[in-house]
Structure formats: C-alpha cells, structure tokens
C-alpha cells in the first residue's frame, strides 16, 4: 500500500513541477530593467511570449494528512483548471483517499479513489464561489467490509490571496453512512500554479 502511496505522491509531485512553472527573471544584467515604462513593456512581453496553455490554465489541488492514536488518514487531490474568463473557471480533479484505524474497538482500512469536476466564478479577485461534483469508489475492509460508490456535491466559498485559497464548502448530497467525511462541512486549503 504505501508503494502505490508513494508512487501516487511522486506523480503529483512531478506533474505539478513540470507545469508549474513560474516567470522568474535571471539577475544578469542584460535582464535587468529601469524602473517605468521599460518594466512595464517588460511584462507586456512577458504575457505575449507565455504558451497558450499558460494563459488559461493552472494546476493545483489539496494535499492533507492527520494522524490519532491508531488512526490514519491521508487525502491528495490535484487538480486542473481552465480559466474560460477571468471571473470564470472549470476543471477536473483526481482524488485518492486512504485511512486507516487500528484500536481496541474498533479496526478498519479504506481506500476510496475517484474524480471531480467543477465550475467556479470569482465576482471579485478574492473571492471564489464554487460547485464541485466528486464520485468517490470506496472499498472498506475490517470490522464492515463493504465496496460502495459515494457521490458528493460540493457549495463552497473560498478567499483566494496569490497561489493560495482558502475556504469551506458544504456537501448537499452528504450521507453519514458512506461519505469520506465526518460532516458535510469541509474547510479547505488549496494552491494554484
């Protein structure tokens, strides 16, 4: 198990450095611009020479880990967004969750892996409101084993600052029986690149 882990993280992590690139500027002095209009047709050509991918997408997603007496719990989910306009977006995500639990009363081991899409509109730069549908497949081993499917629709509201964005979203189709989560409240915290 932690060999596919292992192997899933590096995935994520060589995916996410091989588009995730950022303009940086070399220190050598031929690079180097006065302040005022040069600088400002500096970046001007900048934006003109980035590839068409750039423009309109970036790449992200959630990565979290928490760990109890016992009990483990491990969720990575990148992501991809087009930006249709720059108070519009969409995308796609792959999710994979892995948790475990081993005490006196009660012992289980689940994996749950599956995708997303969603659709998000920035009414202003800070501020993203967001639907995301997530179909989960879930096979659970231990004191109930079970195989299931969990659908989920997320509402969410996050404060988006930079690569950074913050928020909570709210499952409307949340079950207790079979979601991956404990509430159908989840706070988030995602990077952009």
């Known amino acids: 198990m932690f060999k596919t882990l292992f192997a899933g993280l590096l995935v ?7 588009f995730g690139q950022q303009n940086t500027q070399s220190s050598n002095s031929q690079y180097t611009y ?6 400002q047709n500096s970046a001007q050509s900048q934006t003109q020479q ?4 750039q423009r309109h997408w970036s790449f992200g997603g ?16 990148p992501k991809a967004y087009y930006h249709v306009s720059p108070k519009f977006l969409t995308g796609f995500g792959v999710t994979y969750i892995y948790s475990d639990s081993n005490d006196d009363v009660f012992s289980y081991h689940s994996n749950s892996i599956g995708g997303s899409i969603m659709v998000g509109a920035r009414p202003v730069p800070m501020l993203q409101l967001s639907a995301e549908y997530e179909g989960l497949n879930t096979t659970r081993s231990g004191a109930f084993p ?6 989920a629709l997320y509402l969410g509201a996050s ?3 930079g690569v950074v964005s913050f928020g909570v979203r709210y499952d409307v189709l949340y079950d207790s029986g079979t979601s991956a989560f404990g509430s159908p409240w989840t706070p988030f915290i995602g990077f952009y690149f």
């Open 62 to 77: 959630w990565f979290s880990m928490s760990f109890w007496n016992g009990g483990t719990d491990l969720l990575i989910a």
């Open 146 to 151: 079970d195989t299931y499917w969990n659908n």
């Open 34 to 39: 006065q302040k005022g209009v040069q600088e």
């Open 50 to 53: 980035q590839p068409d991918y």
């Open 159 to 161: 404060f988006v600052s």
């Open 12 to 18: 994520c992590l060589l995916v996410s450095n091989a």
